[in-house]
C-alpha cells in the first residue's frame, strides 16, 4: 500500500515539474518562433503566382499558431488561478460549516460517521 502511494506521488511529482517545464519554456518558445517566423515570411513577401500566395499563407498560419498557444498558455494560468480562488472558499466554508457542527449538540457517533464518511471521498495526505 505504502509502495504504491509512493509511486504515486513520484509520478505526479515528475508530472508536475514536467507540465511547469513545458509551460514556462517551451510554450513561450513555440509562441516567439512562430511569431517570428510567420512575421519573417511575410515582410518579405512580394506574392506573384499560387507560389507566392502559398507563402503567405505559410506566415499568416505561423501567426494564427503563435496566438493559438498564447492563448492556451493564457487559460490555463487564469483556469488555474480561478479553481485556487475556488478551492481557497469552499475550504472557508467548510471550516465555518465544521466549526460551526463541533459547536452544536450532536451525539458522537454521529459525528464520528461524518468524518468516516468524508475520509473515504476525501483522501487525506498521507493517503495520497
Known sequence: MDLTALQISRGSRTR????????????????VSNLALGIFILARLTPQG???????ATGAFCCVVAGWL??????????????TRQVTVWHQIAD???????DAPLPPEALRGLKSSLDKVVPTREQR
Do not use: C, D, Q
Request: aromatic content about 24%.
Open 16 to 31: 508536475g515539474i514536467t507540465e511547469r517545464l513545458f509551460y514556462r519554456v517551451f510554450l513561450p518558445l513555440g509562441v
Open 50 to 56: 499560387w507560389s507566392g500566395w502559398l507563402e503567405v
Open 70 to 83: 498564447a492563448a492556451a498558455a493564457w487559460s490555463k494560468s487564469y483556469w488555474h488561478r480561478t479553481m
Open 96 to 102: 465555518t460549516f465544521f466549526n460551526w457542527l463541533e
